[in-house]
């Protein structure tokens, strides 16, 4: 695989004017206090044309669905197949695409044998009937963050799995947007996925790239006072080398295989989060859960990644995923200000087009 031919073709507003916009329903509002449907309706009346369905939003709306019959989990698939049903006719009314399902986690790497192997692998199944009785396609699939004293680093093994699921997923015409997750022990970045995902060498299968997880894990760094990446570089290094990085992706990644772009930033802290694991998470992890706004209300290289996606020539799905609770990650008062939050996106997707535009 190649770069593509329009990676030098210039970015111009006309150019640009026809991305489609999607959001991720697991990041607008909070998740069993604001409803699906609500959330749904406020998507849609801000002019985005997809969804990307969490399976949390969808678990608490089967849940608001179907009880108080009883208590619906994330296992209980024939439930959560006629929540899904629902709403994709709530979608289909609202003229929303479900473009994706996420997030598919810890997937790849476990031992043939091991129960962690049986249950993701049940996990999938279920997933892929989920996917079936709401109309979606595309699995989302992060880098695996299991601990590596339990998967290994044997990364023919992980292109093993990911190629046994995206076979699996193409016996229903799906495909896999696998992501890099920047506290990933095996592919934090979008390089790492990249190699993967040639290696997996399937036509369903391609990368889901995330301006935080690749300006978040190769430019910044929760855990250090200057709120860069601190290995010894400087900071002039730091920035030459995310260039160079954003310049490689230009040219070496084919668009055909960019399923879709997600879109945040992320705060800078002003008390560095301690370095090490707390409640099974990395920092990188825990500021992903709560300090990640819109572009242009933090302070990563947003619109650099941006820009070098659509050099490659992706015209695809750019898909707003903000985890948001504020500066100091607390909380922020209007967080159930749904119809606030998209058309705040809409108006940040607006800027950050104008900002990819060549000068």
């Keep these: 695989m190649s770069g593509s031919a329009n990676s030098t073709a210039p970015l111009t507003k006309t150019s640009l004017a026809n991305i489609p916009l999607s959001y991720a329903s697991v990041s607008l509002g909070q998740v069993g206090t604001d409803t699906l449907p609500d959330k749904l309706h406020a998507i849609s009346r801000a002019g985005f044309t997809a969804i990307e369905l969490g399976f949390p939003d969808l678990v608490a709306f089967a849940n608001q669905l179907l009880a108080p019959s ?81 998967i290994g680093r044997d990364r023919e093994r992980f292109v093993r799995d990911l190629r046994l699921l995206a076979d699996f997923l193409a016996e229903k015409g799906m495909k896999v947007a696998y992501e890099n997750w920047c506290w990933s022990t095996h592919a ?49 290094k730091v920035q030459q080398d995310w260039e160079a990085s954003c310049a490689r992706l230009a040219e070496v990644v084919d668009p055909r295989k960019i399923f879709l772009l997600q879109i945040s930033d992320a705060y800078r802290i002003g008390q560095p989060l301690e370095k090490k694991e707390i409640d099974g998470k990395r920092s990188r992890a825990r500021w ?72």
């Design 70 to 150: 009883h208590e619906i989990t994330a296992t209980d698939y024939d439930d959560l197949c006629t929540a899904a049903f629902e709403v994709k006719a709530i979608c289909a009314q609202l003229k929303l695409q479900i473009m994706m399902l996420q997030p598919f986690a810890n997937f790849e790497g476990w031992a043939d044998d091991s129960p962690e192997r049986e249950e993701v692998w049940t996990r999938a199944r279920g997933w892929r009937r989920v996917m079936d009785a709401c109309g979606c396609d595309m699995l989302q699939v992060g880098s695996t963050d299991s601990p590596e004293e339990r």
């Design 288 to 359: 992903s859960n709560a300090f990640r706004p819109l572009p242009f209300e933090g302070y990563l290289p947003v619109v650099d990644f941006a820009k070098a996606v659509l050099k490659t020539g992706f015209r695809g799905w750019f898909s707003y995923e903000v985890f948001d609770a504020g500066p100091d990650g607390t909380g922020r008062q209007d967080v159930h200000d749904l119809d606030g939050w998209t058309d705040r996106a809409t108006k940040c997707h607006e800027k950050l087009m104008e900002a990819c535009e060549d000068a």
């Design 188 to 236: 934090p970045d979008w390089e790492d996925v990249w190699v993967i995902c040639k290696a997996v060498d399937r036509e369903n299968f391609g990368l889901c790239l995330d301006t935080f997880q690749s300006a978040g894990g190769e430019w910044a760094d929760p855990t250090s006072s200057s709120g860069l990446v601190d290995d010894g570089r400087s900071a002039e």
